[in-house]
């Protein structure tokens, strides 16, 4: 091999070594404290983000960066994230932080979920509603079972906008399957670990569903929910609670279980 063709390789060698070493160099990191690692369904807790030098890039995420709240901007050396959770076990945040010269930490913290004094809801039965029993598909004639409502119910609860803020907004947290032509009116998803502070509103909301998309909301709104809560049960706790609309002829039963 030609000599100098030995020495540019060297040199080259070397060169790659250096950078190496020097992007070894960084000493950007970052500390998570929170406030809490046992916590109880939908209690508010929070992680401090503490840095040594300042932060620009921020990601969030409680599923090993799969999905999470990506954030620029600038987060000096310290900032606090807000979360909470309504199901149960061990949850991983994971937090991934650049700085100026996007330069990167990344930290996980484990905190342990337990269920506290939440309620899990099992089922729902609807016993009237807006319109029960007239035609809500008017393409069969009235004396036709097709021509009833299909229905199908959502619960909406409220749930912080993003890690990075502690302000809250009604988010879906259920939608049912569809019962056609009225049928039973009675879902069993005990199953679906639903789980809420009885402290916390939901709201509820009934629609004919027509071809996948709600035809008609059968809670003649608006507005096209009912708010409920529990906290005047807990001293008695039911296993079935009835909620009366009498305006909108709406009634129906929520089941739940309470904790011990």
Do not use: H
């Not at 960066?65 to 061990?90: E, K, P, R, V, W």
């Not at 008017?138 to 079972?145: C, G």
């Not at 009885?198 to 071809?211: E, H, Q, T, V, Y």
């Not at 909620?243 to 909108?248: A, G």
């Amino acid at each position: 091999m030609n000599k100098n063709i030995i020495i540019l390789l060297i040199i080259q060698l070397f060169i790659g070594c250096s950078s190496d070493d020097n992007s070894s160099k960084s000493t950007f990191s970052i500390d998570l404290v929170p406030s809490a690692t046992n916590v109880v369904i939908d209690q508010a807790f929070t992680v401090t983000i503490n840095a040594n030098e300042s932060i620009k890039y921020l990601w969030v995420s409680t599923d090993n960066f799969a999905t999470g709240d990506y954030a620029i901007q600038n987060f000096g050396t310290s900032f606090t994230l807000n979360l909470n959770f309504d199901t149960l076990g061990q949850k991983t945040i994971s937090v991934r932080a650049k700085n100026q010269n996007n330069e990167v930490s990344e930290k996980q913290i484990v905190i342990n979920v337990t269920r506290g004094n939440a309620i899990k809801i099992l089922g729902v039965q609807v016993v009237s509603f807006y319109g029960i029993n007239t035609v809500y598909d008017p393409e069969f004639p009235a004396s036709n079972p097709e021509s009833l409502a299909d229905l199908k119910f959502g619960f909406a609860k409220q749930s912080l906008d993003s890690y990075l803020s502690n302000i809250y907004s009604w988010r879906i947290w259920y939608q049912s399957t569809v019962i056609p032509n009225q049928g039973t009116m009675t879902w069993d998803f005990s199953n679906a670990n639903l789980y809420i502070d009885p402290s916390k509103n939901l709201r509820f909301g009934l629609a004919d569903i027509d071809n996948g998309i709600a035809g008609a909301d059968l809670l003649n709104g608006p507005p096209d929910y009912r708010e409920i809560n529990f906290s005047n049960f807990v001293n008695t706790k039911p296993s079935s609670i009835t909620y009366t609309f009498p305006e909108i002829n709406l009634e129906f039963k929520v089941f739940v279980e309470w904790a011990n």
